[in-house]
């Protein structure tokens, strides 16, 4: 699930993002519910932040858009 939830913050980061939304932290309305709301979310949460496939994508975020992507997954793990 989180990997076809970033596949959209690959292609922003490459493409930019649609007119819809005014910076990245708007598109996080879109994210998050696209995660599982369950147990899983943590897990999903997790995956993200340490599996590797996503660091270069993290860091493109923060690169592109001047957001701390990685910081905002981060608060949103530690959340109960």
């Known amino acids: 699930m989180a990997d076809n939830v970033m596949q959209s913050v690959q292609r922003y980061t490459r493409e930019g993002l649609p007119p819809c939304y005014s910076d ?23 995956h993200i932040l340490t599996s ?10 923060q690169q592109r858009f001047g957001f701390d ?12």
């Open 52 to 61: 590797g496939k996503f660091e270069v994508t993290l860091d493109a975020v």
């Open 69 to 80: 992507f990685r910081a905002e997954l981060h608060t949103a793990l530690a959340q109960p």
């Open 24 to 46: 990245f932290e708007s598109f996080l309305y879109d994210f998050y519910p696209d995660l599982p709301w369950d147990d899983a979310l943590n897990i999903s949460l997790q």
